[in-house]
DNA sequence: TGAACATATGAGCAAGTATTCATATATTGG
DNA sequence: CCAATATATGAATACTTGCTCATATGTTCA
């Protein structure tokens, strides 16, 4: 067999985490360093309510983790592999 | 502004293109080498019509080619960095 | 303490997606 | 030319997903 059937499954919801343009837009973001919630919502010009959902499958996915600081919680890339896939992404994108 | 929207857009059509479990066994078949709709049907375990299907959508994504021999229909990657997003991808859920 | 603020969460809905089934198109050998 | 074979496609359907709205939880400071 080709792929082990776990194999794809996690890998396809791996590369689910990041097939949205919301999402991107938030780990894009968070490529230049951690930002809180409200921050985020303000960049990729979305609801704090959509932010945070967003952010919450992120987190399940631990491409995320939070930072709490009295009432403002802090999100930061939390994996060297989210930026790498990006950036290759990104290079396919824009001269492929 | 973080990422651009076309951008976030075209990198997201990207990564969906890779979000799905037999979308990646398809992709993880041909890393071998090229195949044909049947061998691949075969190989990922699905009916010729879904392989076809989907095929038609990494056709439309230019992530892989078709080469057509008689009444066959051969397949293969069309870009080195889908076997590059692939494999980064698995190593992160390997080993992450 | 209680009002204001930051974030999280659940329900519900609109839009998208992967598969199946039926059928169409194209190619080959007899 | 006809039957068999290989692939493609359209419609229908079950499932998933991203957002909004309303509300809950947690934190600070006056």
Redesign the pocket.
């Known amino acids: 067999m080709t792929l082990k059937k776990k194999s794809s499954d996690r890998l396809a919801d791996l590369f689910?985490a990041l097939?949205?343009?919301?999402?991107l837009r938030i780990i894009s973001a968070l490529l230049k360093g951690e930002m809180?919630?409200?921050?985020l919502?303000e960049n990729v010009e979305?609801?704090?309510?959509?932010?945070?959902?967003?952010?919450?499958?992120l987190?399940h996915m631990r491409l995320v983790r939070?930072r709490?600081?009295?009432?403002?919680?802090?999100?930061a890339l939390d994996d060297d592999h989210v930026a790498r896939l990006f950036q290759l992404g990104l290079e396919h994108v824009e001269h492929g």
Chains 1, 2 share one sequence.
Do not use: P
């Not at 809180?36 to 921050?39: F, I, R, Y």
């Not at 932010?51 to 499958?57: A, I, T, Y």
């Not at 709490?68 to 999100?75: C, D, H, I, L």
């Open positions: 689910s097939s949205d343009s919301s999402r809180n919630v409200g921050e919502a979305l609801s704090h309510s959509a932010v945070s959902h967003q952010l919450r499958g987190r939070a709490k600081a009295g009432r403002e919680v802090f999100y």
